[in-house]
């Protein structure tokens, strides 16, 4: 029985080498914010970082810190720390000093404590020289007094680069409600001889389809979003009806990542004098999608793959982009866009890795519609796709037992399943595959309380696009 003190905030620095580190930390976050006396505040980005010390050549690092209310008491919450990392599978005993580690969790602050007692020493006294550290410790808390140094963590993370950072200053942003005038924009720009970096998205804007747009910014001069509910892919009236809208919220988002224009519209507008009365596009406007939309999410909502890639290719028709992004979060989607651009021949498609909360579930605009016990459950989703992958990883290939696993950590949890299948991602077929899997992706969809999710993983490769 633990003793319980009056909640304060510590900050946890995380570390993994080994193993899936990606998957190794997010299940330690998952697994401090199910400890009893510990909420998860807040978690900076994963950052990549050479080891320091140790033997040779070891496998570079993800770091990360959290931000955590704790009603623990700062020894318990070393315990509780050091009994994650030996779930991890790490052995500090017999491990080499400073030697690789699937999970590293060293306590930094307890409130304003300071303690210099055996294995407990808080502040952490090496974290002011360790820029791993205090990168991710600057996103969360830039202004903290560090005390040796007397700096703030951002001024001294600044010292340590050689380079301060300063807040990103936020540029014009260019508006359009009329994809005709958005066109004739991208249009002129190309005319100059700059790329365009395209991100098609229905709004209600989260971090993953702000990756998307970074990503865009990053690998082209300019980058542009699009913001559309489209009615022609929602086979659900009140789907579409709950979807969640915000144009001038996201404009503010994206102008903040450096997305030089977003634009809007209405059906009417994307294809002139081709919607009834009745609200219906005429027959001759849609666009058929090829085979990789049978199966799983075309199965499951018939006319989906249809709307995508009629919006799709007329986004395509009216904005002459360099490059479109699209995200992994909809792997058959991508399927789907990949055929429909090499069939035009352009642009060409860039797909980003899933952005996923702290819990692991994955960023979508329909959690929004999630109650908060709702969405804690969610994450159990992200939980169910780990499970499958560590079978895949101790060397399961047959793709029933894959399923199962998939189906068994699904309704232990009692989710309401449309499907769950693993699939080889590069020989898609609408049939579930028999027999053995040179490759693997786990796909689901499930129904939580009114909400549809749906999400994948690839059991077959390390996480990678971590940020
Ligand atoms: P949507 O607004 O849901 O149509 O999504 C627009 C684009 O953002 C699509 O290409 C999605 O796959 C992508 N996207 C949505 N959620 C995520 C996520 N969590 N991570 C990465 N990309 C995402």
């Not at 990360?64 to 991890?88: D, H």
Request: proline fraction near 6%; aromatic fraction near 6%; charge should be neutral.
């Amino acid at each position: 029985m633990s003793s319980r003190v009056a909640s304060t905030r510590a900050l946890v620095a995380l570390g993994s080498n080994l193993g899936d580190r990606l998957v190794n930390l997010q299940v330690a976050l998952a697994r401090l914010a199910q400890e009893e006396g510990v909420s998860v505040l807040a978690v900076s980005s994963f950052h990549e970082t050479e080891p320091v010390g140790g033997p040779a050549a070891q496998p570079r690092y993800l770091n990360g810190v959290a931000q955590l209310e704790t009603e623990l008491e700062p020894r318990e919450l070393l315990l509780c720390l050091q009994r994650l990392e030996a779930r991890a599978g790490r052995d500090r005993v017999h491990e080499p000093r400073n030697g690789p580690r699937r999970l590293d969790l060293d306590l930094l602050f307890y409130g304003e404590q300071r303690l210099s007692e055996p294995g407990l020493q808080v502040p952490h006294p090496r974290l002011e020289q360790r820029e791993f550290v205090l990168a991710p410790l600057c996103e969360l808390e830039p202004d903290r007094r560090l005390e040796q140094c007397g700096l703030s963590v951002r001024a001294q993370l600044a010292k340590l680069v050689g380079s301060a950072k300063t807040p990103s200053g936020v540029r014009e942003i260019v508006r359009f409600d009329n994809p005709l005038a958005a066109g004739v924009w991208v249009k002129a720009q190309r005319a100059r001889g700059l790329s365009v970096g395209f991100v098609p998205t229905m709004g209600a804007l989260h971090e993953g389809h702000l990756e998307l747009a970074r990503a865009a910014a990053a690998k082209n001069d300019l980058a542009v979003v699009s913001v559309f509910v489209n009615p022609l892919q929602f086979n659900d009236p009140l789907d579409f009806q709950r979807y969640p809208r915000d144009f001038d919220g996201d404009g503010a988002m994206l102008a903040k990542v450096g997305v030089a224009m977003v634009f809007t519209g209405t059906l009417e507008q994307f294809f002139p004098g081709k919607v009834g009365a009745d609200g219906r596009l005429a027959g001759e406007a849609w666009i058929e999608p090829g085979p990789s939309a049978c199966g799983l999410e075309g199965s499951r909502r018939p006319g989906h793959f249809r709307g995508v890639s009629t919006i799709v290719n007329r986004l395509f028709e009216q904005i002459d982009s360099t490059r479109a992004y699209f995200g992994q979060k909809d792997f058959q989607q991508t399927l789907v866009v990949r055929d429909l651009a090499r069939a035009r021949g352009s642009p060409e498609v860039v797909i980003c890795p899933t952005s996923r909360e702290i819990s692991g579930l994955a960023r979508s605009s329909r959690n929004q519609l999630l109650s908060p016990a709702e969405r804690a459950r969610a994450a159990g989703l992200f939980v169910a796709q780990s499970e499958a992958r560590e079978l895949w990883l101790a060397g399961e290939r047959r793709a029933e037992a894959l399923d199962a696993c998939l189906h068994a950590a699904l309704t232990r949890q009692e989710f309401e399943v449309e499907y769950a299948e693993v699939r080889d991602p590069e020989a898609w077929s609408a049939e579930a595959r028999t027999g053995p899997l040179e490759r693997a992706i786990a796909l689901l969809a499930v129904r939580v309380g009114r909400t549809r999710l749906i999400d994948n993983l690839r059991l077959d490769e390390p996480a990678s696009g971590v940020r």
